[in-house]
């Protein structure tokens, strides 16, 4: 069976949308594409590197057309991405000239996908389809970049549509710029009981 991690950069209030440039994602009049700009810093890029080790992709299809026009010219940022599998949940596309691009089209190919043999697979980006892949208890793992700002609209990393589930942090490093990096592992039920007795 194959781990799926969902990495995500997200703001206090939980927007995930067009953290890396302005350029990024500005769909619905988003404005604050390049958020994550102004926390960058030597322990950030540390961390990340255990974050960009080498995975196959699951991508949604608005984020795959974002790094299909970004990454194939830019992999000397993220040596091997353009190598590894980018498996892509899309019900409107079925090719792409990013080598190694297989598309899915349904939530059984993806539990066929995580119960094949093969690498870890890491979700970036794709709003909706984590959002989809928490509605069917899929996700084995986070890694979120919680950034200290608020941008009130955006697109979001949760809704309401996940099956209740305890996570465990297994890793956490706080940035000097505030970047609170987490590591968070899938423990089964969520534990209920009255605080304090």
């Known amino acids: 069976m194959r781990k799926i991690t969902v990495l995500s950069f997200i703001t206090l209030d939980g927007v995930m949308q067009a953290p ?3 350029e990024e994602d500005p769909s619905e009049g988003f404005k604050y594409g390049g958020w994550t700009a102004a926390y960058d810093d030597e322990v950030s890029a540390e961390v990340m590197q255990k974050q960009l080790k080498p995975a196959d992709l699951l991508l949604g299809r608005k984020t795959f057309d974002i790094w299909a026009d970004y990454w194939p010219t830019h992999a000397e940022y993220w040596p091997g991405v353009n190598e590894v599998t980018k498996y892509v949940l899309s019900n409107t596309m079925d090719k792409s000239d990013w080598e190694n691009s297989v598309f899915l089209k349904s939530v059984e190919e993806i539990e066929k ?3 094949s043999e093969g690498s870890d697979i890491n979700v970036w980006g794709s709003s909706k389809l984590v ?3 928490l509605e069917h208890d899929l996700v084995d793992e986070f890694w979120l970049n ?3 700002v608020l941008l ?3 697109k979001k990393l949760f809704d309401d549509s996940a099956i209740p589930a305890a996570f465990t942090l297994i890793e956490s490093t706080v940035t000097p710029s ?3 990096m987490a590591n968070y592992r ?3 039920e969520v534990k209920t009981g009255t ?3």
Do not use: D, S, T, Y
Request: proline share 8%.
């Open 131 to 133: 959002q989809l892949l």
């Open 186 to 188: 899938r423990e089964g």
């Open 178 to 180: 505030g970047v609170i």
């Open 113 to 115: 996908l995580k119960n």
């Open 20 to 22: 890396g440039g302005p």
């Open 146 to 148: 919680i950034h200290p």
């Open 195 to 197: 605080a304090g007795a």
């Open 152 to 154: 009130g609209k955006g």
